[in-house]
T-cell receptor, first 119, second 114 residues
Framework: NAGVTQTPKFQVLKTGQSMTLQCAQDMNHNSMYWYRQDPGMGLRLIYYSASEGTTDKGEVPNGYNVSRLNKREFSLRLESAAPSQTSVYFC??????????????????FGPGTRLTVT | DQQVKQNSPSLSVQEGRISILNCDYTNSMFDYFLWYKKYPAEGPTFLISISSIKDKNEDGRFTVFLNKSAKHLSLHIVPSQPGDSAVYFCAASSLSGGNNRLAFGKGNQVVVIP
């Protein structure tokens, strides 16, 4: 199993350009997430998909759109990149299984990240 | 407003000694807590978790303690090893939320000196 994969690993964009970050998981997980990590800011949730066919905004959704293409794939799109979107982007997934105390079903598995620079 | 707080951004510890990382949360609905470890240029990896029905969970060298009344948890690493040098993130969730969203702290850099 590859777990969570992300493409590309690195990308440089000019202000105003668009791009799509791809994410796929092979763990048959229901829930998928997009985060950004900035220095001194920890991980902030951009968008998430609790299950196939649903998407919801996280903490910092402005400037982004997402598509849950199928159960495996969850893409993040920047329509008009801005320098403030320079960051490392992580995709994650979790099984979202039924509730139970202490169950490992709540942990999220992360991809290796995409380092994006907008000039 | 940050719901999960990790103060003391960095910690240096001698190999073999104990590393203690602290985390405070403000949302009383949080009832499930996790610690993640992150190496440079890699994604975070799950380390250990604890449910609010417990006050301690142990996994090898890693132990997490939860004090619900103080809204505080800590991660103990004993003994610390050079491979433990990484950034550690505390995260929290509300199981009743139904969407498995995690709120993360800003992270603590740990350096283990051989």
């Amino acid at each position: 199993n590859a777990g969570v994969t992300q493409t590309p690993k690195f990308q440089v964009l000019k202000t105003g350009q668009s791009m799509t970050l791809q994410c796929a998981q092979d763990m048959n997980h229901n829930s998928m997430y997009w985060y950004r990590q900035d220095p001194g800011m920890g991980l902030r949730l951009i968008y998430y998909s609790a299950s196939e066919g649903t998407t919801d905004k996280g903490e910092v959704p402005n400037g982004y759109n997402v598509s849950r293409l199928n159960k495996r794939e969850f893409s993040l799109r920047l329509e008009s990149a801005a320098p403030s979107q320079t960051s490392v982007y992580f995709c994650a997934s979790s099984s979202g299984a039924s509730r139970g105390p202490g169950g490992k079903s709540y942990e999220q598995y992360f991809g290796p990240g995409t380092r994006l620079t907008v000039t | 407003d940050q719901q999960v707080k990790q103060n003391s951004p960095s910690l240096s510890v001698q190999e073999g000694r104990i590393s203690i990382l602290n985390c405070d949360y403000t949302n009383s609905m949080f009832d499930y807590f996790l610690w993640y470890k992150k190496y440079p240029a890699e994604g975070p990896t799950f380390l250990i978790s604890i449910s609010s029905i417990k006050d301690k969970n142990e996994d090898g060298r890693f132990t997490v303690f939860l004090n619900k009344s103080a809204k505080h948890l800590s991660l103990h690493i004993v003994p610390s090893q050079p491979g433990d040098s990484a950034v550690y993130f505390c995260a929290a969730s509300s199981l009743s939320g139904g969407n498995n969203r995690l709120a993360f702290g800003k992270g603590n850099q740990v350096v283990v000196i051989p």
